[in-house]
C-alpha cells in the first residue's frame, strides 16, 4: 500500500550508479529505510538536493511490512527552509544532529512528540539569527527527555555536580569518569531550563561550548548502547575555532 507522511532525512546511501537508500524518520512509520531509484539519473524529476541532512519532506511511499528497505514512489518539501542549506554553521550543525539522531532514533513504531519536537526546533533553528551556535547544546538537551531519559534541574548551591548516569545535580563529585566540574554543571542547569528563544542570552565561549557537547554526548553514549564515534563532529569542532 502507498502511504504518505511527513519525514526528516537522517542520512543517504548510494545504492548504484544511480539510486540511493535513504534513511528518514518519519511521523507515522517511525525511522525507516527507503530505496530511491533512479534518483541520480539524469532523466528524474525528483531532486537529490532535497536529501539533505535534517530536511523536512512530505512522501509517499510503497510500504511493506516486514521489509527492511521500502521503496519510495515520491517526496516533496513540507517546508522549505531559508537559512541552513546556506550557513555553515547551521548547516554542520545539522549534519552532527543527523549523525546523532540516526544512532538514537531506533524504533520503527512511530511517536508523535519525538517527531513534533525535532520537526518543530528545525523550523525555529533556521530562522534564528542570534545564538545559533548553542543550539546543538540545547536540541541534544531536550531531545533526552522525549527519548526516556529526563534529566532533573535540581541544581543549588549544594548540588553543584552534574552526574551523568543518575541525571541529576548532586552534592559531591561521582566517580565515574567525564564527569563535568562545578562551572560546566552550572551552564548545563541554565541550558536544561531554557526555551531555545532564550539561547541568545547564553554567553559562553567555544571552550565551554565544547566541554559542554563532550558532557552530553557522554551523557547519549551512557544511556544508548552502540552509539560509537560521531564522524561529523571533528567538523563541527574545526567550526567553532
Request: proline content about 3%; charged content about 20%; aromatic content about 12%.
Amino acid at each position: 500500500m502507498i502511504s504518505k507522511s511527513r519525514a526528516i532525512v537522517l542520512h543517504q546511501l548510494k545504492y548504484s550508479e544511480t539510486s540511493v537508500i535513504v534513511t528518514m524518520y518519519t511521523e507515522t512509520l517511525g525511522r525507516q529505510a527507503y530505496m530511491i531509484n533512479g534518483l541520480r539519473s539524469s532523466k528524474s524529476k525528483q531532486k537529490t538536493g532535497l536529501l539533505q541532512p535534517m530536511f523536512l519532506l512530505e512522501i509517499d511511499a510503497y510500504h511493506k511490512s516486514g521489509r527492511d528497505i521500502q521503496r519510495m514512489k515520491e517526496f516533496r518539501m513540507a517546508e522549505v527552509y531559508k537559512h541552513i542549506p546556506f550557513d555553515i554553521v547551521k548547516s554542520t550543525m545539522a549534519m552532527f544532529l543527523s549523525e546523532l539522531l540516526g544512532k538514537v532514533l531506533r524504533n520503527e513504531e512511530p511517536d508523535p512528540s519525538v517527531f513534533d519536537f525535532i520537526f518543530q526546533s528545525f523550523l525555529f533553528f533556521d530562522t534564528m539569527e542570534k545564538g545559533t551556535v548553542n543550539f546543538h547544546l540545547w536540541f541534544m538537551a531536550k531531545l533526552i527527555g522525549y527519548l526516556g531519559y529526563q534529566f532533573e534541574n535540581n541544581y543549588s548551591e549544594k548540588n553543584v555536580f552534574f552526574d551523568m548516569k543518575a541525571g541529576c545535580f548532586v552534592p559531591h563529585r561521582p566517580s565515574h569518569r567525564n564527569t563535568p566540574d562545578t562551572e560546566i554543571s552550572e551552564f548545563l542547569s541554565k541550558i536544561f531550563s531554557m526555551d531555545a528563544g532564550e539561547l541568545v542570552n547564553l554567553n559562553i565561549n567555544g571552550d565551554i561550548r565544547i566541554s559542554l557537547l563532550n558532557v552530553l554526548i557522554e551523557c547519549y553514549a551512557i544511556h544508548f548502547e552502540g552509539i560509537g564515534t560521531l564522524n561529523s563532529l571533528k567538523v563541527l569542532h574545526e567550526i567553532y575555532h
